[in-house]
Each structure stands twice: as C-alpha cells, then as structure tokens.
Nanobody
C-alpha cells in the first residue's frame, strides 16, 4: 500500500514562493506517474501538474504554467512542486497523487493513491 505525505505548505505573500514535497513509501516510486492537485474552499479539486515516471515529461494546468515546476527524485522517493509568483487565487489545499496506470489516469484525478494534503495560503 502506497502512502503519500505532503509538506511545505504555509502562508506566503503574493509574489512569493513555496516548494511542496510529496514523500512516498510502501511502493516502488519510480514505477509511478505522479500528479499534484489542489482544492480551494468551496471549489472542486483541480489538476495542477503531473510528471512521468522518469521525470522526462511534465504537464501543467494553464493557470500555473510558467510559474510552477514539478520534479521528482526517485532515489529519495520524493516529488516536488516549486511554486513561484504565487497569487491569492493559488490558495488551496494541495494534494499529491500517484498511479502506475499512466499520465492520463493521473491527470484525470482517477489515481488510487492520494496524500492528505498541505495548505497553501497566499495573502494579497
């Protein structure tokens, strides 16, 4: 059973940066495609970014493209989301997710494994 733990959230002013981490255990991390989602208060969960098992391919929501960067370190069983140029509308709980089924499954939010999330609050 794969377990995911997010960290790195917090309060930041608009224009600032944060780096989220997603630590995985209980599986072979390099086998998994990985994604980041977020859910703002009163809104549905939405896709943010995804990365292939090797790290060679990344995908981003239009709303974060050019500001966020997803990466992974398979040796450390950890994935990252570097968030720059944060805006108040980026305020949300951020979740990581993994699946072996492929990026389509991950990007659609249909993965089997999810973390419990980390809260990011961006003040104006």
């Amino acid at each position: 059973q794969v377990q995911l733990v997010e960290s790195g959230g917090g309060l930041v002013q608009a224009g600032g940066s944060l780096r989220l981490s997603c630590a995985a255990s209980g599986g072979i991390f390099s086998n998994y495609y990985m994604g980041w989602f977020r859910q703002a208060p009163g809104k549905e969960r939405e896709f943010v970014a995804a990365i292939s098992w090797s790290g060679a391919n990344q995908y981003y929501a239009d709303s974060v493209k050019g500001r966020f960067t997803v990466s992974r370190d398979n040796a450390e069983n950890t994935a990252y989301l570097q968030m720059n140029g944060l805006k108040p509308e980026d305020t949300a709980v951020y979740y990581c997710t993994v699946d072996t089924a492929g990026l389509t499954t991950v990007r659609a939010g249909r993965s089997d494994y999810w973390g419990k999330g980390t809260l990011v609050t961006v003040s104006s």
